[in-house]
């Protein structure tokens, strides 16, 4: 039985080690998970028993414990133990099926996810955050639909988007960014891309196998020294040295999103 640590991102993160421990011979893997990530984990790792963290002592039908973060170090002590998948998290279909024809009607370009700053405003985590005036090069794009992944938006922050920049950032209405992960799932599977401050939306995103750029302050060790997340390669990372501002990654970042638009030609 293995059981959960830390917040949703870095359970998601650790979570892409879990078929490789069923694959390990074990009669059975039984995975507690955060309750709002249970449904998604068990669609994801099928020939595993997930089921919601209860409170109090759940039952002991099981021989052998392990905390998640105590995973990597057993099954993936180097970077070439780190399995060369685009993706391993699956979101539900028919919910994916039924956002991609909403995003359809917002326009006709790429539809690109935005998260500029985590729900964490503490020390560790500020200098990853962003303003909307960081993103400047990006939002300035042409072509490209923004949809908004930033937990509590505030109204003035997509207002400054569209003064400043002319981007329209659209907030998608029924969508509970925090607790309904399920459906933020199902949102992130079918964009083309996704931008985000060092959150949980990138690890999502990269662990639904969509091209993502996240911008980060060093140093991460969980990054391992590399430009693009080994976690989920689909992740690649921007950094920014520590007396500097946001303009060169999100200039980075905009050549990337640059090759999404159609051809004009």
């Known amino acids: 039985m293995v059981w959960r640590e830390e917040g949703i991102g870095d359970e998601m993160r650790f979570a892409s080690c879990l078929p490789e421990l069923a694959e390990m011979g074990f009669g059975r893997v039984i995975f507690e998970c955060?309750?709002?990530?249970?449904?998604?984990?068990?669609?994801?790792?099928?020939?595993?028993?997930?089921?919601?963290?209860?409170?109090?002592e759940g039952p002991e039908d099981y021989d052998l414990q392990a905390p998640l973060?105590?995973?990597?170090?057993l099954l993936r002590p180097s970077l070439d133990d780190f399995p060369d998948r685009p993706a391993y998290l699956t979101a539900d279909p028919e919910r994916a099926r039924a956002?991609?024809?909403?995003?359809?009607?917002l326009g006709p370009?790429?539809?690109?996810?935005?998260?500029?700053?985590?729900?964490?405003?503490?020390?560790?985590k500020r200098p990853f955050h962003s303003r909307i005036a960081d993103w400047a090069p990006v939002l300035?794009?042409?072509?490209?639909?923004?949809?908004?992944?930033?937990?509590?938006?505030?109204?003035?922050?997509?207002?400054?988007?569209?003064e400043s920049f002319g981007a329209t950032i659209h907030t998608l209405e029924g969508l509970d960014l925090k607790d309904d992960l399920e459906g933020v799932a199902a949102v992130i599977s079918v964009l083309d891309a996704v931008v985000s401050a060092r959150c949980w939306?990138?690890?999502?995103?990269?662990?639904?196998?969509?091209?993502?750029?996240?911008?980060?302050?060093?140093?991460?060790?969980?990054?391992?020294?590399?430009?693009?997340?080994?976690w989920m390669p689909m992740v690649q990372i921007f950094t920014r040295r520590a007396d500097t501002d946001w303009r060169a990654p999100m200039a980075a970042i905009a050549d990337q999103l640059g090759r999404l638009r159609p051809d004009p030609g």
């Open 34 to 56: 955060a309750p709002r990530l249970a449904s998604l984990f068990g669609r994801s790792f099928p020939t595993i028993t997930v089921r919601g963290e209860a409170p109090g």
């Open 69 to 73: 973060f105590s995973l990597p170090g």
């Open 99 to 105: 956002w991609r024809n909403r995003l359809q009607a």
């Open 109 to 124: 370009g790429p539809t690109v996810g935005v998260c500029w700053r985590s729900l964490n405003f503490s020390w560790q």
């Open 140 to 162: 300035r794009l042409p072509g490209l639909t923004f949809i908004d992944l930033q937990v509590e938006a505030a109204a003035d922050e997509i207002a400054e988007a569209r």
């Open 201 to 230: 939306i990138p690890i999502l995103s990269g662990a639904l196998g969509v091209p993502t750029s996240c911008f980060a302050a060093p140093f991460n060790p969980l990054f391992l020294g590399q430009a693009r997340d080994p």
